[in-house]
């Protein structure tokens, strides 16, 4: 496995604050960076190549799931301390890895975000349905480049009603209007190398990229080692890694110096839908 990059302690941390928010609105907004600014810029760098090569073989950029399932060298900043250290005060320190995604929307055509809960996608999959998501800003995000929205105190629920979404969009169900107030959304308007956090349940979403520049956000998704994973609710080619401390709930975790070949050999560039 490659070691994770050897960098002083981010900036970008949580303070009581922040978790206070993070629990009663459902999402928050660190200030600083995540990464020190050479361990962000080696990211860029290597998405780009990822990017390129996947677009190459037939992929819409928005649909880069699991792209450690391919690349394992992201294990050095999926398993960094310091996006450990931003998520630790909300899962506690024994950490789960349970996945990423690049969403990448391209200037000009970048796909609309229907508005979802994550937890709709992984329904039974985790007990309880706590995942954390790090929003990491590849680009600038904002309102015009199709930045994310979310509903504060929408993460009570998870499980909203969905109905078919007609135009061509990032995910092919969207909950039904009227059921939650979008005008309450609060837009994260992040820099290159800032972050989001967000709960599973919150209802959030984004705007087509009609602009001439392209928007693209990391999303890596942590859960408490307590939580219990059920394999049988998601496809079996699934992994999940132990990220740090204790594998409280005896889940099967994969070795994160590998690639996943039997995803890779199943999908390739065509992951299931899903989120």
Not at 34 to 56: G, H, K, Y
Not at 154 to 159: L, T, W
Request: one cysteine or more; glycine letters at 8%; aromatic letters at 10%.
């Amino acid at each position: 496995m490659n070691a994770p990059l050897a960098s002083p302690a981010t900036t970008a941390r949580l303070s009581q604050a922040d978790v206070d928010h993070f629990l009663h609105e459902g999402y928050v907004l660190p200030t600083g960076q995540v990464f020190p600014q050479d361990d962000f810029s080696a990211l860029q760098r290597i998405f780009e190549v990822m990017l390129a090569d996947w677009t190459a073989q037939g992929g819409r950029p928005e649909a880069m799931d699991v792209p450690h399932f391919y690349h394992p060298e992201l294990m050095r900043w999926l398993l960094h301390p310091a996006v450990l250290d931003l998520v630790e005060p909300i899962t506690g320190p024994d950490i789960v890895l349970f996945s990423s995604h690049f969403i990448c929307k391209p200037a000009g055509d970048g796909r609309r975000v229907p508005w979802h809960e994550d937890s709709a996608y992984w329904r039974g999959q985790w007990d309880p349905m706590d995942v954390v998501t790090v929003w990491l800003a590849i680009d600038d995000s904002d309102l015009g480049n199709g930045c994310m929205h979310v509903v504060p105190r929408s993460h009570v629920d998870g499980y909203s009603e969905y109905a078919s979404v007609s135009e061509r969009a990032v995910f092919s169900r969207e909950i039904k209007a009227g059921t939650f107030d979008a005008a309450t959304a609060a837009p994260c308007i992040l820099t290159a190398g800032a972050c989001s956090l967000h709960h599973a349940k919150a209802i959030h979403g984004s705007a087509a990229n009609t602009s001439a520049r392209r928007r693209c956000g990391y999303t890596m998704r942590y859960i408490s080692a307590a939580a219990r994973f059920d394999q049988a609710k998601n496809n079996d080619a699934f992994q999940i890694y132990q990220a740090r401390g204790r594998n409280l709930a005896g889940n099967p975790v994969a070795d994160p110096g590998r690639a996943n070949a039997r995803w890779i050999e199943r999908f390739g560039v065509q992951p299931p839908k899903g989120h």
